[in-house]
């Protein structure tokens, strides 16, 4: 069946530093991306999202990446921020069984 | 729009008593959803439904159940409370179709406590 793997589990970074996430699917018909940042005690948010037939987007400090050959997308955040620490995940839509996978998580910590 | 609202936001529970969680949104999403999120863990899909009237299981259903009798509202059941079923509940929604897809709507979320 189809799986969604996410990479790393915890990240530690510098203020200021960049910070990259990827996750790797198997589901070759998935067409759509999304990016979901969630603060500790909160619902997750849809923070990025892209789709299939473009490779990047960005938004200011965020950008995903898509890699449709190797089956993996990346969240990107540059010149991170205290307040850019919270569990984010990567979502894929099995498009045969109409089920949404999320990622495992990862944990981004940036210390001031 | 209120989005999606889920209800109660806490509740404890004594082992053997069953609830039912609430869960309705206003923004005619046809897709719904229910998470589980145990402490640092990530989500987990209970039961999912893709429209009014049709339901079907997540990857963790044991012990629940789930009714969509109508767009708007989607509740989720558990009929006997174990202590494994102590969690977060999401409630989340979306809108998709054949050609499209859109980001999950989530609810604030239900605390749940059985002891």
């Known amino acids: 069946g189809e799986n969604v793997e996410q990479h790393p589990s915890t990240l530690s970074v510098q203020e200021g530093d960049s910070a990259v996430i990827k996750c790797t699917y198997s589901d070759s018909a998935s067409n759509y991306f999304p990016w979901y940042k969630q603060e500790l005690g909160k619902r997750p948010q849809l923070i990025i999202d892209?789709?299939?037939?473009?490779g990047e987007k960005k938004d200011q400090r965020i950008a995903v990446t898509l890699n449709k050959t190797a089956k993996h997308f990346s969240l990107h955040i540059t010149e991170t921020q205290p307040e850019d620490s919270a569990v984010y995940f990567c979502e894929n839509y099995g498009g045969a069984t109409n089920k949404l996978i999320f990622g495992t998580g990862t944990l981004l910590a940036v210390q001031p | 729009n209120a989005g999606v609202t889920q209800t109660p936001k806490f509740r404890i529970l004594k082992i053997g008593q069953s609830m039912t969680l609430q869960c309705t949104q206003d923004?005619?999403?046809?897709?719904m959803y229910w998470y589980r999120q145990d402490p640092g863990m990530g989500l987990k899909l209970i039961y999912y439904?893709?429209?009014?009237?049709?339901?079907d299981k997540g990857e963790v259903p044991n012990g629940y159940n789930v009714s969509r009798s109508t767009t708007e509202d989607f509740p989720l059941r558990l009929e006997l409370a174990a202590p494994s079923q102590t969690s977060v509940y999401f409630c989340a929604s979306s809108l998709r179709t054949v050609m499209n897809n859109s980001p999950l709507h989530f609810g604030n979320g239900t605390r749940l406590t059985v002891t």
């Open positions: 892209i789709r299939s037939n473009v």
């Open positions: 439904s893709v429209g009014a009237g049709i339901t």
């Open positions: 923004m005619n999403h046809n897709y």
